[in-house]
């Protein structure tokens, strides 16, 4: 560790020499600009390096594509080009058009016989806590009239349901690109958060996704005749979810003795067909969102002051 002191010039100013290794392998030299800015933990200084914001997709198997496409988008992509060595057909480009119904601000810039290209245009913010509050105030939603379908089954009420676990969907992608631009380029975003957290947070975005997955894959098993052995179960489940998602947040470590043992009664309980199984599925992400928690309110360093007084 190189620790290097901080010298005060005329006008107020502090300056700070830097490792002459470092500005070599660099290849700056004493006219070069760098880029100085704050994140939570200190200052940051880098060169103004332009990020590569475009990626060409050779169409191959679609599914394939489609796949690249939307993990391209999440993962901060601006233009996204597929091209074909021969004329792309209408249907697969009619699927390919279809994507930008499963991302926000994903649009097609412009298409020829052989290529279809797709421009990313959307507003991120950088307060990535309130988002997620956000994301998981629409999954509590949902739970809620799950509980309320048990109660009284409808095929409209289940549609409904698959419906916004679609649009919840979108809104997945949006926080895993708002997390990956932050990441990369946080002189753009700036989280304010302690760097291992921000992992945490990526680590539980992947939980709840996953969670939302197989709620979606419960409502399409769910029968009629299974609903009275599922409602107390699903409220077992409805009841552990929000332990592990306040814990999550508030770093209050106190609720996991609750959540592990509504998630053995969840295991005993549940019925031992494929909706059940998916319930214990959905319980086992609450446990994973509670390790998320434990590992969350672990810091080696504490910057909380710092970050407070300035």
């Known amino acids: ?10 006008g107020g100013s502090y300056i700070i020499s830097l490792p002459s290794d470092w500005v070599r392998k660099m290849k700056l030299d004493v006219k070069s600009g760098l880029k100085v800015y704050e994140v939570y933990d200190g200052l940051k200084i880098r060169p103004p390096v332009k990020p590569n ?20 988008y999440m993962q901060g992509l601006d233009r ?18 279809e994507l930008q119904l499963q991302c926000y601000g994903l649009e097609v810039e412009s298409e020829s016989f052989d290529s279809i290209t797709f421009r990313v245009n959307v507003n991120l913010n950088g307060n990535l806590i309130e ?23 409808t095929d409209e009420m289940r ?23 932050g990441v990369q380029r946080d ?3 700036n989280f304010q958060l302690y760097p291992k957290d921000v992992i945490l947070f990526a680590i539980a975005m992947r939980d709840l996704g996953r969670f939302i997955t197989h709620l979606m894959f419960f409502l399409r098993e769910i029968k009629r005749e299974e609903l009275e052995s599922m409602a ?8 552990i979810f929000i332990l592990a998602i306040n814990m999550f947040l508030t770093e209050d470590l106190s609720p996991m003795g609750k959540i592990r ?14 909706a059940g199984k998916e319930l214990v599925r959905m319980g086992s992400y609450c446990i994973a969102m509670m390790d998320n928690a434990v590992n969350k309110s672990v810091r080696l360093y504490d910057f909380s002051s710092f970050a407070t007084s300035s």
């Open 53 to 72: 914001l475009e990626k060409v997709i050779e169409l191959g198997d679609l599914e394939t594509t489609k796949y690249l496409i939307v993990t391209y």
């Open 159 to 181: 549609e409904d349901l698959l419906a916004r676990i679609s649009i919840l969907n979108k809104d997945y992608r949006l926080l895993i690109r708002m997390i990956a631009v």
């Open 131 to 153: 988002s997620m509050r956000q994301f998981i105030t629409k999954i509590e939603n949902i739970l809620n009239d799950v509980e309320l379908l048990l109660g009284n089954f």
């Open 1 to 10: 560790m190189n620790v290097r002191r901080l010298q005060k010039i005329k």
């Open 261 to 274: 043992e509504g998630f053995r009664n969840l295991e005993k309980g549940a019925p031992r067909n494929e």
């Open 80 to 97: 996204i080009v597929v091209k074909s060595g021969s004329v792309i057909p209408l249907e697969v480009k009619k699927e390919l058009r």
């Open 187 to 189: 002189d753009e975003i």
């Open 232 to 239: 107390s179960n699903f409220k077992t489940l409805r009841e």
